[in-house]
């Protein structure tokens, strides 16, 4: 044991087309939204579920970022959970008060080619997060403080010889029995599927759905946990002379009546894509897409029509009335209560004045008073969207340092209304806190030298559904 307290103390501080396309016809409905019931947490406050990414020689070398807004120091457990039969012990760390603790999670797991975590703290004021290094990018996903019995990822690409794309499906199980899982895709090329994939207790399986569905523009996966829970996340890559870019994006758990997407943007060069699935067997869902400005403006909504098992793909360029808005936050809501699965793509070609790269991020269910934004680099801005037909929110957003937190900006957001802030001013490293009077959602975009980043940010709060916000 003394050489793995070594080793902890060393590693301290080291997101086609109308096939799939909206039916935006004219509808006459009168149907009641019904809320969907935010899931109860699996374990206790302060246990997170990281999916996690490749060792240190893989496409997506993965470290964890413990983020400890409270004044004093706390106590992590990292228990490392691997793609082998192997067991590696757990590791406690230290997490700094008021300021970020990076641990290298691949160097926890020598040898192992695909690694994630359970980590575990007695301290609310902890978040964690996951970093993610490889040859086409970075990138940062939330870990997560909930499991589930049918996860989606929106959207992939397995063009490996002519667009340099790669995705892999990562699942993982934290809990002592296995789990069984049926898995479908529906691309471009045509449906596929495995039926009856058995992922083992506190292990990751991943599946590389380049093999699986080979030469696919558009892959949308749904897993369906026949037996058991798992969380996961898609790693994509893409690596051409025009795209180049890394993009590891949390599996979208269950899916809402009501979710938010912080940021959509339709700047010159960014093309972004709107993704809504339709889990349901036998019920057509009927979405609108609301837009929510600064309050600047006033949009209509875009409506449509998803059919059971299907995607519709809203390619946001084309949408002629969203050109003028730069910038704004979507609300999806399902008019006829049928639980959808919303995220966002965004991909930024070479040869633009902005940095290339590909990001993607699932819609937003939750809401909360209290949320933590870590940001990097000197390209940052942070999203924050009140969903509530009618209640006002005071917003502060508080820097935490080591000297402790102090409010660097407040101002009130009006029901249904978005704004944006830039990060630049924070300085490289910020971790940021936005507290609210009325339940907000937080989103962040990271913009570095050569790769582009979007996620949420990590709720420190009791949250609430966003259906349920009044």
Known sequence: ????????????????TLG???????????????????????AAVGTWFCTGGSGALGVASVGLDLINVGDEPATVE????????????????????????????????????????????????IVVEQTFDGL???????????????????????????DGEEMTLLLMNPFREDAVADISFDADTG???????????????????????????????????????????????????????????????????????????????????????????????????????????TLDPVELTVRPGRTVVVDVATESRLATTREFSVVARSLTGVPVAVALERRVATGNETVPGTSALPAVDSAATRWVAALDGDQATIQIVNPSAEAIATVELLSVTPAGATVVQSFELGAGRS??????????????????SAPVVVGREIVGLTSRQMQSAVLLGDPVSVAQVP
Do not use: K, Y
Request: with cysteine.
């Open 136 to 162: 086409s990018g970075t990138d940062r996903a939330p870990c997560a403080t909930n499991t589930a019995s049918i996860l989606f990822a929106a959207d992939g690409a397995t063009r490996r010889l002519s």
């Open 20 to 42: 799939v396309f909206a039916d935006q016809r004219e509808r006459d409905l009168d149907v009641p939204v019904v809320p969907t019931v935010l899931g109860t947490p699996d």
């Open 78 to 125: 990292i228990i490392p959970v691997r793609d082998d039969d192997i067991v590696d012990d757990r590791v406690e760390v230290v997490a700094v008060a008021s300021d970020r603790t990076v641990v290298n999670l691949a160097e926890l797991a020598p040898d192992a080619a695909w690694v994630g975590a359970i980590v575990e703290t007695g301290s609310a004021e």
């Open 191 to 297: 449906p596929d599927s495995r039926e009856a994939v058995v992922v083992p207790a506190r292990r990751i399986l991943a599946i590389d759905v380049t093999e699986e569905v080979t030469v696919a523009s558009r892959v949308h996966t749904t897993v369906n946990v026949v037996s058991g829970r798992l969380v996961g996340h898609r790693v994509q890559v893409r690596n051409s002379p025009i795209l180049r870019g890394l993009a590891v994006t949390p599996l979208t758990q269950r899916g809402a009546v009501v979710s938010v997407l912080p940021s959509v943007r339709t700047d010159l060069g960014l093309f972004d894509r709107i993704h809504v699935t339709n889990p349901s067997v036998d019920e057509v869902a009927e979405v609108d897409l609301e837009i929510v400005t600064d309050g600047s403006v």
């Open 419 to 436: 704004q944006v802030i830039d990060g630049a001013a924070f300085g490289q490293r910020a971790v940021i806190v936005v507290e609210a």
């Open 1 to 16: 044991m003394g050489a793995l307290r070594l080793l902890a103390i060393a590693i301290i501080g080291g997101l086609v």
